[in-house]
């Protein structure tokens, strides 16, 4: 199945799709506010991201919690944000530094 690559205003998706109309499909069940400003199948069937290019160095550890405030949010930040200072008891700088981190990880 392919790879495809759908990028909005806010976010860029990575799916497995069988065709464009079925990433698009993707994109309106999980962001339905958003609109695609570019589709593209990937030449492979594989996503990589340097972390290093991300500014990550180091272990990371992904936080089951955040990724849990992402789902819920639909990928929307500050939502998420505030569903994980909610969860957490967190004040908003180390929410904002676990959902970001997060995010940039792939949730």
């Not at 799916?15 to 570019?38: F, I």
């Not at 593209?40 to 594989?46: E, G, I």
Request: proline share 5%; aromatic share 6%; glycine share 4%.
């Amino acid at each position: 199945m392919p790879l495809f690559e759908i990028e909005t205003e806010s976010h860029i998706v990575i799916t497995w799709a069988d065709n464009e109309e079925t990433a698009r499909a993707v994109l309106a069940e999980s962001y339905p506010a958003e609109q695609p400003v570019r589709v593209t199948k990937r030449p492979r069937d594989t996503w990589v991201i340097s972390k290093a290019a991300l500014g990550i160095r180091g272990k990371t550890d992904p936080c089951a919690t955040a990724r849990d405030c992402l789902d819920r949010a639909a990928g929307d930040k500050l939502h998420a944000i505030r569903l994980y200072m909610h969860e957490t008891g967190s004040d908003l700088e180390r929410a904002r530094k676990v959902i970001e981190s997060n995010m940039v990880m792939g949730w």
